[in-house]
């Protein structure tokens, strides 16, 4: 994937903004669900580039691998949201759908 570059444990584009994994649709929310692993669902640089090319079968199979005891359903609808780095935000559910919302708390995940 030309243009994106992973440091610190994230993936960042050419314009300098942080890869965030969500699940939009209905069902199963991909970090919300799995509130263990939520941060790491967020930003994994494996997980990242399965996602962009929407290989969702595999995203799944790597989730499971790489933590027990997840609930991966959400993985069939995952996309990828680009923010500027240092943005805080949490993800909110509803449902199993989630959305990014914005504020500047710092109790909030960081891109």
């Known amino acids: 994937m030309e243009g994106l570059v992973e440091k610190d444990g994230k ?19 991909w970090s919300t669900w799995n509130f263990e692993y939520s941060q790491d669902c967020l930003f994994d640089p494996d997980c990242v580039r399965l996602a962009l090319v929407g290989k969702r079968d595999e995203l799944k199979v790597l989730a499971d691998s ?42 909030w995940f960081v891109a």
Do not use: H, M
């Open 11 to 29: 993936i960042y584009n050419k314009e300098g903004e942080v890869a965030v994994i969500i699940s939009p649709g209905f069902g199963a929310g």
């Open 66 to 107: 790489k933590w027990e005891d997840g609930y991966w359903n959400g993985a069939f609808d995952c996309v990828v949201r680009w923010l500027p780095a240092g943005t805080a935000f949490k993800v909110r559910e509803y449902d199993g759908s989630e959305s990014l919302e914005f504020q500047d708390s710092p109790n």
